[in-house]
């Protein structure tokens, strides 16, 4: 929904809900959407964030009918699309995903071709005056990260990308963007290694010759299209785990000229103090199909683990005070989660910054973990979750602005 005031559209990720095939998410839409746009935007249009696997892409792609039964569902339920999440590249749901999620990375062609078809999707599916825009990976699994060789690898897709998205925006007026997503364990990882990536590759004189030749621009225009096509999604969950004070993240972008083209509320587990009880609530999520990447403050040094199962491991090992943030995704709208919180604060530090100046055109809310979480932190029905996430941050949002 548009919050109006230059705050934005919101909405929530539908990759919370099943949808690793075009048939799965299409009836996931039907059954979820409707029911939460008559809850929390009943008078109003409701933004979609739509999960595309790159078989559901493809499937999009080739069905010209299915393409016009989405755009006729969206219209008849009052829904308009503006973001789509191209993370996932295959299955996201039902089974282990860990660091699959991040392939194929940046540096392959199938990347690559399934971003396109996404980009055409949503110049045609969009509404009018609406720039929508595509969450991606941020560019590779950082152990993969093995030379310079595959740093030009990933700018070389990336600007190729950007050249489509040039001559898409001829051909239709409609501006579509590229949103690469910042995660811990990953190419691009911290505040600072962002800026210096599209400082030092995407946006420097280099890249803006390169992508003027792709996409047939002289260079002046080259460089404002760089800027105009590709940014970031600000995950204020993954840069809350790096112990970022987000505030002085989004400063840093902004004076580094990098769009936020999204901004996501999402909430990870912080645990101040790491006593047993708490790493006896923790245990039970050793086990989830997704990454539980752990960062650990002990005597001013910041660690990292892949796993929490690492993390506890080397507690074990080593005992003694200590401080842990861990990649679960929690509901927004909670803080005390008993033994552990939450990091809420960060989210509505970022808000804060958001209702003085916005920093964005896209805000959306995701919680995929659903799925996942124990039972006492589930309220009612999966409706009920998505609803109380919206209403929290739309809440706490608007009386700041």
């Not at 009052?78 to 295959?90: K, Q, S």
């Not at 995903?97 to 199938?110: C, I, L």
């Not at 003027?212 to 969950?237: M, Q």
């Not at 112990?243 to 972008?253: I, T």
């Amino acid at each position: 929904m548009d919050l109006g005031d230059n705050l934005g559209h919101l909405t929530y990720s539908t990759l919370v809900h099943p949808g690793d095939t075009w048939e799965e998410m299409r009836a996931s839409l039907g059954t979820y959407l409707p029911a939460v746009k008559a809850r929390v935007s009943p008078d109003r249009p409701f933004g979609v964030s739509l999960r595309l696997s790159a078989a559901s892409a493809a499937t999009l792609t080739a069905d010209a009918g299915a393409r016009r039964e989405l755009a006729a569902f969206l219209a008849a339920e009052d829904l308009y699309l503006y973001t789509v999440n191209a993370f996932p590249y295959g299955s996201f749901k039902g089974g282990p995903v860990k660091e699959q999620v991040y392939e194929p990375d940046w540096r392959s062609n199938e990347r690559l071709n399934y971003t396109l078809q996404v980009a055409d999707l949503l110049a045609e599916l969009a509404p009018d005056g609406v720039n929508p825009s595509i969450q991606t990976p941020p560019l590779g699994f950082k152990p993969n990260v093995t030379g310079p060789d595959v740093v030009a690898a990933y700018t070389d897709r990336v600007l190729r990308v950007v050249a489509h998205l040039v001559a898409l925006e001829t051909r239709t007026g409609r501006t579509v963007t590229l949103a690469i997503e910042p995660e811990p364990y990953c190419f691009l990882e911290t505040t600072e290694e962002t800026v210096a990536y599209f400082t030092e590759h995407l946006y420097s004189g280099t890249g803006a010759t390169t992508l003027a030749t792709l996409a047939g621009l002289p260079l002046s225009e080259a460089h404002a299209a760089l800027r105009r096509h590709v940014g970031i999604v600000f995950d204020i969950c993954h840069q809350a785990l790096e112990y970022e004070d987000v505030s002085a993240s989004l400063g840093a972008l902004r004076d580094a000229g990098i769009p936020v083209l999204k901004l996501q509320e999402a909430a990870a587990i912080h645990v101040p103090e790491v006593t047993d009880e708490a790493v006896a609530a923790l245990e039970p999520y050793t086990d989830t199909i997704y990454l539980t990447q752990t960062l650990e403050l002990r005597d001013g040094i910041l660690t990292r683990y892949l796993h929490l199962e690492d993390a506890i491991a080397a507690l074990r090992a080593d005992p003694g005070p200590r401080e842990w943030r861990v990649h679960i995704h929690v509901p927004v709208f909670l803080d005390d989660l008993g033994a552990f919180r939450s990091t809420r604060a960060a989210i509505a530090d970022a808000l804060a910054v958001h209702a003085a100046t916005p920093v964005s055109r896209h805000l959306e809310i995701e919680t995929y973990t659903w799925d996942v979480l124990p039972d006492h932190l589930k309220t009612g029905d999966i409706v009920e979750y998505v609803c109380r996430e919206i209403e929290w941050v739309r809440d706490t949002l608007l009386p700041r602005s």
